[in-house]
């Protein structure tokens, strides 16, 4: 472990470019981060809200469809880029790239990520490949079809294979590999920050759940992404280059013979890709799970249940993660046996899962539980990662996922689970340092109306998905009324059409607190949740080099809430233990 | 199966209904109720950790070895199964029946008969999906895939594609017609058609040029097909291999890579030359040809 030398080598920069554009301050790159995936995300929803009212009422008029209703293939490449939108430019980045950057360092007591050049690189990158991804609309043809998992061959023919599928899909192909760039870098960054820049004291035992969370995303990170880039720049190579990678020969499409390709395996692209797809979930997710953890602590005033089964856990969950990929692929002609392998692998991870989920009841237990918003959207955060693993069960049973695979089942799940869990933690990361970040509170009451109609409104939405997937419903359909088998099920999409719309409206609440708060919130102490990470040890918001030259030194553990003997219930990872009992 | 998916669902509403009602209790028992409270000394249980680690942990492996059962049967089609034979494309499925009937988005199968699949798919990746018989299997181009189901009840049941495959995937849509085994045979009948799949096979086997290499009496520059689909292969390198029909379709559209001793390698491939439907009519020759006896010319 090195410590950091405070010479004088750090000025901040005085432009307005060098501050708050081309920043090398992992505070800054943290909240562009941030607000790039605020605009991905109201984007990612816009989309969706069009894909449900288009369900539910075919023939309505939207403002992009002149003199008509909604194409089929209009409504797959809103359903495709809302998947790929969501994934990459908002569960990717807003959790890890965004809090992890702004709090990773300053928590472990440095005064920037080991490469802040990198860093600044990274960020542009994935700025790079958002934009890359957006204009897949405005080419000929549109935005691709695919899906967000865009399986081959569908995603290698081009142009013959449905609109969307030429120009749209290579710059979709394009704007992912970009995005895999990024997340490399930022990966390698993580990992070497946090094993380098640790203040003194500050020893593996002693840092808090969220930094073992991303550093363990990051490890997740490095590995998945590199497997992402290489099967994406294989795919591009078979749509440009004539390559076979994934397409077999002899295909007939609409007609035409492919005679330019042979001896490709469409199978291949589907282990590439789960073998990146069921990491990235967790990427998505274990930035909140130590996020939760830090909240649920902090606001019970009692230390985490179980530090060392946490960070087990995350460890465990993590590895676990790449040996599952092929519960994706059950139905795609596997052989039982290996069915069997990844089965048992699948609800292994069960496991590590109960644990979390365990010790979180276990840190509250006993507590003296503050209902801050944060703390709402932590237990929030709990609740749907129970629901949605627990659905998770039945897809682990290959018996059962014959019938759920590809049905709405599936797109229940894993918006439980990995789209909202994700979203909750990432507002729970927002009501609790908000006021770091901006020197002001986030209004507590607006805060908590945003919270219910957050969390009634989500269950509304993909609690009866569950239903429909048990009744049968195929996924990615464009159509659900020309067929009548699912006519039964029309009131239920209507009903889901509708939660969508208020839950969606009331995001606005939130976008109002945060800009309005921004601007006229209360203005923030130094430590205004009596929280105990170094964070808190500074001012709101931060000075250029976090610590003014002073880097802390550290003498405890993460969580020392409510310690016999002391005179306030939280004891901060710096204070000296001669100042403990003493006012500070 | 649906045995097993109850369990599930009595499981997961035991644990969500456990955990909620913690976390209500605990919100409820333990909120702050003033600046000055503070919580009693910290407990750190390991028998309450060591228990929550091992009951989820035999809950697991019971649902597996319960499941994994389940599944195996469910992946081994019965002997003497009824087949069709199945080709999707880009957005219609095709279907045939061994004894020459052809359909499009539409089977007619007996009732209680056990019914396999043999399917491939001619452009994009399909997924032929029929909840009723809570089963479902992706359709891949350039390989076979299979599945079984026996139906228990006369009816109409919807066929969906599963599998994301392009503009129209929500239209490629069909039904399973289930009859009695009585209607089924008037339906054959009525719909009887003038080749079966092994004959329209053996017409392509004569037109395309096989039978002059492939003969009967071994005195061709092909080995003998009779008596030999269902086999063991043994290839030039030693691998040993089971004549099926993945085996015959690669064989038939890439000869070079199944090299067999004795032989010279002079078949061509015939690729672009058959499509998948008369590739599977081939097949359905050869295999009409296993019991080492010509099959009965009308
Ligand atoms: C020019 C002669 C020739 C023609 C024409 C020919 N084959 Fe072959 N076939 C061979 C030879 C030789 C082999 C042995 C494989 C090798 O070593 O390449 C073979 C192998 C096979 C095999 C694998 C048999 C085994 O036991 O491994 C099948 C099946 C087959 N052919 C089917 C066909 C069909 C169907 C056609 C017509 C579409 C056909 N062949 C046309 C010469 C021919
Ligand atoms: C505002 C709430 C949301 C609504 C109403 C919504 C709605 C939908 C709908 C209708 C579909 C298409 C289902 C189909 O046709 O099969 C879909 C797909 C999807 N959504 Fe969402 N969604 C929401 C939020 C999210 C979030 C937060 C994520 C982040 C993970 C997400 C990720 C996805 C993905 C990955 C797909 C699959 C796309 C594909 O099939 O390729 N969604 N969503
Ligand atoms: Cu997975
Ligand atoms: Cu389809």
């Known amino acids: 472990m090195v410590t950091h030398d405070s010479g004088g080598h750090h000025h901040p920069p005085t432009s307005f470019i060098r501050k708050y554009i081309f920043s090398t301050d992992h505070k800054v790159i943290g909240l562009q981060y941030y607000f790039l995936a605020l605009f991905s995300v109201f984007l990612g929803m816009a989309l969706s809200m069009l894909m449900r009212i288009h369900l539910v009422w075919p023939s309505a008029k939207m403002p992009f469809t002149p003199g008509g209703q909604m194409t089929p293939e209009q409504y797959l490449a809103l359903m495709t880029m809302h998947g790929s939108i969501m994934v990459f430019m908002v569960l990717t980045t807003a959790p890890q790239s965004g809090f992890g950057n702004y709090a990773l360092p300053i928590q472990i007591g440095a005064e920037d990520m080991a490469f802040p050049v990198l860093n600044m690189l990274s960020f542009w990158t994935t700025l790079l490949s958002l934009i890359v991804l957006v204009s897949a609309f405005f080419v000929n043809g549109g935005a691709p079809i695919s899906g967000w998992t865009a399986y081959p061959p569908l995603s290698a023919l081009g142009q013959i294979a449905g609109p969307g599928q030429g120009a749209g899909q290579t710059l979709w192909v394009v704007g992912v590999a970009i995005f895999c760039i990024g997340s490399l870098l930022g990966a390698l960054n993580f990992i070497t920050t946090t094993v380098d820049l640790r203040a003194k004291g500050m020893t593996l035992g002693r840092m808090p759940l969220t930094v073992w969370a991303w550093l363990v995303t990051a490890i997740l990170g490095l590995l998945a992404f590199g497997v992402l880039l290489a099967a994406c720049l294989l795919l591009l190579l078979d749509r440009i280059a004539g390559t076979s990678f994934f397409i077999p020969g002899g295909l007939v499409v609409t007609d035409t013979p492919i005679v330019s390709h042979t001896g490709g395996s469409p199978l291949l692209w589907q282990h590439l890709f789960w073998f990146f797809g069921h990491p990235e979930v967790y990427i998505a997710i274990l930035p909140g799970m130590g996020v939760a953890s830090h909240v649920l602590s902090t606001f019970s005033r009692k230390p985490v249940f179980g530090y060392k089964a946490m960070v087990g856990a995350l460890g465990a969950i993590g590895f676990l993660g790449f040996c599952v990929w092929g519960h994706h692929m059950f139905i795609s002609g596997m052989s039982p046996y290996s069915a069997f392998a990844f089965s048992l692998l699948t609800m292994t991870i069960g496991v590590p899962s109960a644990i979390k989920t365990f010790n979180w009841l276990g840190t509250l237990w006993g507590g003296r539980i503050q209902f801050t918003t944060a703390m709402m959207f932590g237990l929030g955060f709990v609740s749907l990662f129970v629901t949605g693993g627990l659905s998770g069960l039945f897809l682990a049973q290959p018996s059962i996922d014959l019938y759920l695979h590809d049905t709405y089942f599936v797109v229940a799940h894993f918006h439980l689970i990995m789209g909202v869990a994700a979203i909750f933690g990432i507002f729970a990361a927002t009501y609790f340092w908000f006021p770091k970040m901006f020197g002001r509170m986030l209004n507590e009451t607006i805060g908590k109306v945003h919270f219910w109609f957050t969390f009634v409104g989500v269950y509304s939405i993909f609690m009866p998905m569950h239903f429909l997937g048990l009744a049968g419903h195929p996924r990615r359909y464009a159509d659900t009324t020309g067929v009548n088998f699912l006519g039964p099920l029309h009131s239920v999409h209507y009903f889901i059409t509708l939660a969508a719309m208020i839950t969606i409206s009331a995001q606005l609440i939130f976008l109002f607190n945060f800009f309005y708060s921004m601007k006229a919130g209360q203005k923030a102490s130094e430590n205004p949740w009596n929280a105990t990470t170094l964070e808190w040890s500074i001012p709101s918001p931060p000075p250029f080099d976090n610590f003014a030259g002073r880097i802390p030194v550290v003498y405890r553990g993460p969580y020392e809430f409510s310690v016999p003997g002391a005179t306030d219930d939280y004891i901060p990872q710096h204070l000296t233990p001669e100042r403990v009992g003493k006012a500070h | ?298």
């Open chain 2, 1 to 298: 199966m649906d045995h097993l998916y109850f369990f599930l669902t009595g499981l997961t509403l035991f644990f969500t209904f456990l955990i909620f009602a913690t976390i209500f209790y605990f919100m409820i028992k333990y909120r702050r109720r003033s600046e000055q409270e503070r919580p009693p000394a910290t407990q750190q249980s390991l028998p309450l950790e060591i228990s929550w680690i091992a009951i989820p942990s035999l809950i697991c492996v019971f649902l597996f070895l319960w499941g994994a059962s389940l599944f195996f049967a469910a992946a081994r089609p019965p002997q003497g199964a009824m087949e069709i034979f199945v080709v999707g494309k880009q957005w219609m499925w095709h279907l045939q029946h061994p004894e020459g009937q052809r359909e499009i988005n539409q089977l007619h199968i007996p009732v209680d008969v056990p019914v396999r699949l043999t399917m491939t798919s001619e452009d994009v990746i399909h997924d032929f999906f029929v909840p009723a018989f809570r089963m479902k299997m992706d359709v891949l181009p350039g390989r076979y895939t299979s599945e079984w189901f026996q139906a228990t009840k006369p009816g109409s049941y919807h066929l969906f594609c599963a599998q994301y495959c392009g503009t129209l995937h929500s239209g490629m849509t069909g039904t399973i017609e289930v009859m009695t085994p009585t209607d089924y045979a008037q339906w054959l009948r009525d719909n009887a058609s003038t080749r079966s799949m092994a004959e329209s096979g053996q017409e392509l086997f004569t037109r395309l040029g096989c039978d002059t290499c492939h003969l009967a009496d071994g005195s061709g520059a092909g080995p003998v097909l009779q008596g030999r689909f269902g086999k063991q292969v043994t290839l030039r390198d030693g691998q040993n291999l089971a004549m099926d029909e993945a085996y015959t379709r690669q064989a038939i559209l890439d000869p070079a890579s199944l090299p067999l001793p004795n032989y010279r390698p002079v078949m061509p491939t015939f690729r672009g030359q058959v499509s998948e439907e008369q590739i599977l009519q081939l097949i359905a020759y050869i295999k009409s040809l296993g019991s080492g006896e010509r099959t009965q010319v009308p």
